[in-house]
């Protein structure tokens, strides 16, 4: 059984930041996981934010390139996701995602791509 758990999620005004965290537990293989983070916003299909590899090359959609990081300790088993100069655009509910045994792929990832997921934290940025 694979378990993700995020947090790290909040309430904050434009301008502001806030760091999300996911931590995996059942992933033996997660030094060799490909990893993610989505957002979904209510009646939209959710969305690929951040992905990095097991190179530990990192891609970022255009919304959010040079404001969010991603990055994971593989020691601590967490990814996590430094989001600088939030905009009331990146409200949305954000979720972590893994996929096992993938040393390379291809951007923008699928959503079919990756079996595991976290249950999904809350960010809200308003004006």
């Known amino acids: 059984q694979v378990q993700l758990v995020e947090s790290g999620g909040g309430s904050v005004q434009a301008g502001g930041s806030l760091r999300l965290s996911c931590t995996a537990s059942g992933l033996t293989s997660y030094s060799s996981s490909r990893l993610a983070w989505f957002r979904q916003v209510a009646g939209k299909e959710r969305e690929v934010v951040a992905c990095?590899?097991?190179?530990?090359?990192?891609y970022y959609a255009d919304s959010v390139k040079g404001r969010f990081t991603i990055s994971r300790d593989s020691a601590k088993k967490t990814l996590y996701l430094q989001m600088d100069n939030l905009k009331p655009e990146d409200t949305a509910i954000y979720y972590c995602?893994?996929?096992?045994?993938?040393?390379?792929?291809?951007?923008?990832?699928?959503?079919?791509?990756?079996?595991?997921w976290g249950q999904g934290t809350a960010v809200t940025v308003s004006s």
């Open positions: 990095v590899f097991t190179s530990r090359t990192t």
């Open positions: 995602a893994a996929r096992p045994n993938q040393y390379d792929g291809t951007w923008p990832p699928a959503i079919g791509d990756f079996p595991y």
